[in-house]
C-alpha cells in the first residue's frame, strides 16, 4: 500500500512537471510565431519599401520627361509628327546613352529657344550630346552654352555643329572648359564678330590666355578690350604701331587677323612694353 502511495505521489509530480514544460513549449512556440510574425512584417516592409520607391521614382522619371517634352512642343512650335520625332529621338538617346531622356528634352528645349527648327533640333542633337560629353558636362547645360556662344556670335544655327567642334578642340587643347567659353564668348562674342574675326580665331586666343591663366570673364574682357584698341587705337597705341612699322587693319579699314597682326609685331621686335602699349 505504501509502494502505491508512493509510486502516486512520483506519478503525480512527473504529470505536474509535464504540465509544466508543456506550458513552458507553448510559451516558447508563442514567442518564436511571433518573432516570425515581426520577421515577415519587417521582410515584408523591406521588400515593399524599395518598390514603392522605385514606383515613385519612375513615375517622377515619366513625369519630368513628359513636362520637358511639352516645354519642347510649345517652344519650337512642332507639329503632332514633329514631337512625335523629338520624343522618340529624346527616348532613344536616354535608352542608349548616359544622358536621360528628360536631360535630352531638356537640350532640346534650349535649341527651340535658340531658333532651331525641328529638323535642326534632331540634326544638332547628337553633336550637341558629343559636346557635353567631350566638357563632362550636363546636356541641357552644354546646349544652353553653345546657343549662347552662337547667338552672341552671330553665327547661323547651320553652323551649330561648327561651333561644337571649335569648342571641343579647344577645351581639350588648352587650359579652358566649356563654362569658362561660354564666359569668355558672352564678352567678346558681339565685339570680335563685328571687327570680322574668326570665330576659330577667337576661340584659339581665348584658348591661349587661359594657358596663361586668364580665363572666363577675364579673357573675354581682354580680347574685347585689345580688339576695340586695335580698330580705334588711341594715340599711344597708333604711336606705337607706327613706331614698329605694324598695321593692324587692311586698307579698308577691317581689322587684320590676330594672328597676322601678332605675327608682325613679332618680326618687328615689339617689347613687352609695346605689347601693354598695344593691348593694355
Same mark, same amino acid.
Request: net charge neutral; hydrophobic share 45%; charged share 20%.
Given at each position: 500500500?505504501?509502494?502505491?502511495?508512493?509510486?502516486?505521489?512520483?506519478?503525480?509530480?512527473?504529470?505536474?512537471?509535464?504540465?509544466?514544460?508543456?506550458?513552458?513549449?507553448?510559451?516558447?512556440?508563442?514567442?518564436?510565431?511571433?518573432?516570425?510574425?515581426?520577421?515577415?512584417?519587417?521582410?515584408?516592409?523591406?521588400?515593399?519599401?524599395?518598390?514603392?520607391?522605385m514606383?515613385?521614382?519612375?513615375l517622377?522619371?515619366?513625369?519630368?520627361?513628359?513636362?520637358?517634352?511639352?516645354?519642347?512642343?510649345?517652344?519650337?512650335?512642332?507639329?503632332?509628327?514633329?514631337?512625335?520625332?523629338?520624343?522618340?529621338?529624346?527616348?532613344?538617346?536616354? +535608352?542608349?546613352?548616359?544622358?536621360s531622356?528628360?536631360?535630352a !528634352?531638356?537640350?532640346? /528645349?534650349?535649341? #527651340?529657344?535658340?531658333? @532651331? $527648327?525641328?529638323?535642326?533640333?534632331?540634326?544638332?542633337?547628337?553633336?550637341?550630346?558629343?559636346?557635353?560629353?567631350?566638357?563632362?558636362?550636363?546636356?541641357?547645360?552644354?546646349?544652353?552654352?553653345?546657343?549662347?556662344v552662337?547667338?552672341g556670335?552671330?553665327?547661323?544655327?547651320?553652323?551649330l555643329?561648327?561651333?561644337?567642334?571649335?569648342?571641343?578642340?579647344?577645351?581639350?587643347?588648352?587650359?579652358?572648359?566649356l563654362?569658362m567659353?561660354g564666359?569668355?564668348?558672352?564678352y567678346?562674342?558681339?565685339?570680335?564678330?563685328?571687327?570680322?574675326?574668326?570665330?576659330e580665331? +577667337?576661340?584659339?586666343a581665348?584658348?591661349?590666355?587661359?594657358? !596663361?591663366?586668364?580665363? /572666363?570673364?577675364? #579673357?573675354?574682357?581682354? @580680347? $574685347?578690350?585689345?580688339?576695340?584698341?586695335?580698330?580705334?587705337?588711341?594715340?599711344?597705341?597708333a604711336?606705337?604701331?607706327?613706331?614698329?612699322?605694324?598695321?593692324?587693319t587692311?586698307?579698308?579699314?577691317?581689322?587684320?587677323?590676330?594672328?597676322?597682326?601678332?605675327?608682325?609685331l613679332?618680326?618687328?621686335?615689339?617689347?613687352?612694353?609695346?605689347?601693354?602699349?598695344?593691348?593694355?
Amino acid at each position: 500500500m505504501a509502494t502505491v502511495a508512493s509510486m502516486w505521489v512520483k506519478v503525480g509530480a512527473d504529470i505536474k512537471d509535464l504540465k509544466k514544460n508543456l506550458s513552458e513549449g507553448q510559451k516558447a512556440a508563442q514567442r518564436f510565431a511571433d518573432g516570425m510574425g515581426s520577421v515577415g512584417r519587417q521582410l515584408s516592409v523591406a521588400a515593399t519599401l524599395p518598390i514603392l520607391a522605385m514606383g515613385a521614382a519612375s513615375l517622377k522619371t515619366a513625369g519630368d520627361f513628359e513636362q520637358s517634352m511639352n516645354r519642347v512642343q510649345a517652344v519650337s512650335g512642332a507639329t503632332a509628327s514633329e514631337f512625335r520625332a523629338l520624343q522618340a529621338q529624346a527616348q532613344q538617346l536616354g +535608352a542608349t546613352t548616359r544622358y536621360s531622356s528628360s536631360q535630352a !528634352a531638356d537640350a532640346m /528645349g534650349f535649341l #527651340a529657344m535658340a531658333g @532651331l $527648327r525641328v529638323n535642326e533640333i534632331l540634326g544638332a542633337m547628337p553633336g550637341t550630346l558629343q559636346l557635353a560629353a567631350s566638357a563632362n558636362l550636363d546636356l541641357a547645360r552644354s546646349a544652353d552654352i553653345v546657343t549662347n556662344v552662337l547667338t552672341g556670335y552671330g553665327l547661323a544655327v547651320e553652323e551649330l555643329g561648327r561651333a561644337n567642334d571649335v569648342l571641343v578642340k579647344t577645351f581639350t587643347r588648352t587650359n579652358v572648359d566649356l563654362s569658362m567659353l561660354g564666359e569668355s564668348f558672352k564678352y567678346a562674342g558681339p565685339v570680335a564678330k563685328s571687327a570680322g574675326v574668326a570665330f576659330e580665331e +577667337a576661340a584659339a586666343a581665348i584658348g591661349l590666355m587661359g594657358n !596663361a591663366g586668364i580665363q /572666363g570673364s577675364m #579673357a573675354g574682357t581682354a @580680347l $574685347r578690350g585689345a580688339i576695340t584698341r586695335l580698330l580705334k587705337p588711341t594715340a599711344e597705341v597708333a604711336r606705337t604701331l607706327n613706331r614698329l612699322g605694324v598695321s593692324a587693319t587692311d586698307s579698308e579699314g577691317r581689322l587684320l587677323p590676330l594672328v597676322e597682326i601678332v605675327r608682325q609685331l613679332e618680326e618687328a621686335g615689339a617689347t613687352t612694353g609695346d605689347m601693354m602699349a598695344i593691348f593694355g
